[in-house]
């Protein structure tokens, strides 16, 4: 079992910066993909951005040159750096990433969601 723990989340101005992070514990023998979701009331959750294995990022459109994501492989962390965030941006940023046992069975984990308001 996998547990994510994300803290980070906040109240921050148009224009402002945030930096999200999540650390991953429990059983894990390799990770194959840690990445940021976010949902807002409303829509359905979307992709924020992720980082595989091989360090390739894929990004949400609405966020490309705001955004970065990054990792930490020896302590099986993610972080999100969110600058120049917009009201739009208001949603619950859930951690997820894909992790395998030692058996190589994989699985999808989800934290428990940290929220992210962006008004002034």
């Known amino acids: 079992q996998v547990q994510l723990v994300e803290s980070g989340g906040g109240l921050v101005q148009p224009g402002g910066s945030l930096r999200l992070s999540c650390a991953a514990s429990?059983?894990?023998?390799?990770?194959?993909?840690m990445g940021w979701y976010r949902q807002a009331p409303g829509k359905q959750r979307e992709l924020v951005a992720d980082i595989n294995s091989g360090d390739s990022t894929n990004y949400a459109d609405s966020v490309k040159g705001r955004c970065t994501i990054s990792k930490n492989d020896a302590k099986n962390t993610v972080s999100l750096q969110m600058n120049s965030l917009k009201p739009e941006d208001t949603a619950v940023y859930y951690c997820?990433?894909?992790?395998?046992?030692?058996?190589?069975?994989?699985?999808?984990?989800w934290g428990q969601g940290t929220q992210v308001t962006v008004s002034s």
């Open positions: 429990g059983t894990i023998f390799r990770i194959y993909t």
């Open positions: 997820r990433i894909i992790s395998s046992d030692s058996r190589g069975v994989a699985n999808v984990y």
